[in-house]
């Protein structure tokens, strides 16, 4: 009767491998990558390690853990903490965490979820009232809509363009000269004459390849000028190796400052209103 006994509860022993508690959250973080789920409560949440797998989830904006006891959420809170690669490599959605001390047999308005401007949220959270204590709270650094690889390359080209435009201007001051001429010259860059005549500095592009910056994003002076023409208003040569810095011409002012004379498009009767007022 006895070995009957012992059988019987050797046969009813099962072992589950993996064990169920790592099946469920596998099955939970399988339906999290196929539904993407904005929000995730985990009722029961010990020591948070299914939080913890489902922090990387890039879709989720709050995760909840609520558990009855408090020491178990305080030891196991710092796991839940952004790390540095959170800072280096941003989300680009926000994520909050929240422990609770609760317990399921009560309902906390906050777990809820209300449709806007619905009439009866407030007394469904006056009835329900918020019997969790919060145990611990962070929030995930993150930037929206990240810029892209070629938004990059453009934000960096275009800066140290305007570097060199400038490098190029005070070099030529320094030793009392003017930025480099090109007036007349179009045939070289593929510009056509403008209707009004204007000196401009040529920078090429591939100096750009000197900058640390420019060098992490490409290598190639081709991926640069796909870049400014996508996103910059610069003017281009037409092989697109060369970027165009006009130089707005200003000799007709300077002589007539030197004249003494008002500028010709300021009207007369202002100015001699202005000369009386003296």
Not at 96 to 109: P, R, T, V, W
Not at 244 to 255: A, D, K, Q
Request: glycine share 4%; proline share 6%; hydrophobic share 30%.
């Amino acid at each position: 009767m006895m070995d009957d006994l012992e059988d019987t509860s050797t046969a009813a022993a099962v072992l589950f491998r993996p064990p169920v508690y790592q099946q469920r959250y596998g099955a939970v973080l399988e339906l999290s990558r196929k539904i993407e789920p904005k929000k995730v409560i985990d009722m029961g949440c010990a020591e948070c390690k299914l939080l913890k797998s489902l922090k990387f989830h890039k879709h989720i904006e709050s995760l909840i853990g609520i558990d009855i006891n408090e020491s178990l959420l305080q030891s196991n809170q710092n796991s839940l903490q952004p790390l540095i690669t959170d800072y280096l490599h941003r989300r680009s959605r926000p994520l909050n965490i929240q422990l609770f001390k609760g317990s399921i047999d009560e309902a906390d308005s906050r777990m809820m979820d209300y449709e806007e401007d619905d009439s009866n949220d407030e007394k469904e959270e006056e009835r329900l009232g918020s019997p969790y204590e919060l145990i611990y709270e962070c929030e995930f650094p993150y930037e929206p809509d990240p810029p892209t690889q070629s938004e990059r390359l453009f934000n960096e080209a275009e800066y140290y363009l305007r570097v060199l435009v400038r490098r190029e201007r005070n070099r030529y001051l320094e030793i009392g000269g003017e930025p480099t001429i090109e007036n007349g010259s179009h045939e070289n860059s593929g510009l056509t004459e403008s209707p009004r005549h204007r000196d401009f500095i040529r920078i090429e592009l591939n100096e750009l390849l000197m900058f640390p910056v420019i060098q992490e994003l490409t290598n190639s002076v081709t991926d640069i000028s796909e870049a400014l023409r996508q996103h910059s208003s610069l003017i281009l040569s037409e092989d697109s190796m060369n970027a165009i810095f006009y130089e707005e011409s200003s000799s007709e002012e300077e002589e007539e400052e030197r004249e003494g004379a008002p500028p010709s498009d300021t009207p007369a009767a202002v100015t001699e209103e202005e000369e009386s007022w003296d």
